[in-house]
């Protein structure tokens, strides 16, 4: 009986500080995992939303890299 206490004493919990350390990692992960699951459902729910969303973003972008660019090119006559 002495001999199974002490080999209790002896051993260290590895295995709890493994999960202590990954669980940190897993969390994070797993909210990730989690928004990118939502937002997949969403765009699944509304295809025409985020079409319009794409569109409307989209050709923000493009005007605003084409004003950009010109107004580069003004710049540089000047």
């Not at 002490?6 to 990692?25: D, G, M, W």
């Not at 729910?45 to 005007?63: A, D, E, N, Q």
């Amino acid at each position: 009986m002495a001999n199974q206490e002490k080999s209790e004493v002896i051993q260290p919990p590895t295995s709890v500080n493994k999960q202590l350390e990954s669980y940190s990692y897993t969390n994070w992960a797993g909210k990730i995992q989690e928004q990118y699951q939502k937002i997949k459902e969403n765009v699944e729910t509304y295809p025409y939303l985020w079409g319009s969303y794409i569109v409307v973003y989209g050709g923000f972008g493009l005007w605003f890299a084409y004003r950009w660019r010109r107004l580069r090119k003004t710049e540089d006559r000047v």
